[in-house]
């Protein structure tokens, strides 16, 4: 991932946020973004996703759908910080099916929560009682 990628990506998840026009305030929440996979090239929501690859309709830009999913996983993150990354979330936000792509890949390159824990916690050892 380069600068650009991620500037990009900000770019990108600005677009998930549509205007509401009986509010002025930049208030989004997850009910009212668009879900599904968008392009990383011209922002499109018209893709049509075969088992391995995603192809925009519009521009015809191909990706891996790994790709995307990480892609798209990363912009949730951004808009929604406190929420939890679960694969029910993650396959509406992408609106993908099967779920078993968001469950693999998630996997594969997000560290999951209490794995993190685990490894904050220091085995624990005797210590001899010196006082
Ligand atoms: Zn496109």
Redesign the pocket.
Known sequence: MTEDHEKIGEMLASLHIKENPYQHLPVYDYKNLQKGL???????F??KITHLKCQ??????QELVEKAIIRNVKQFRRLFPNEKLTTNRIAEWCQINPKQWIQRTLKKNFIRKPAVDLLRIKPYKKSRQSR
């Open positions: 968008n392009c990383a090239k011209c922002a499109s018209f893709f925009c309709l519009d521009c015809g830009y």
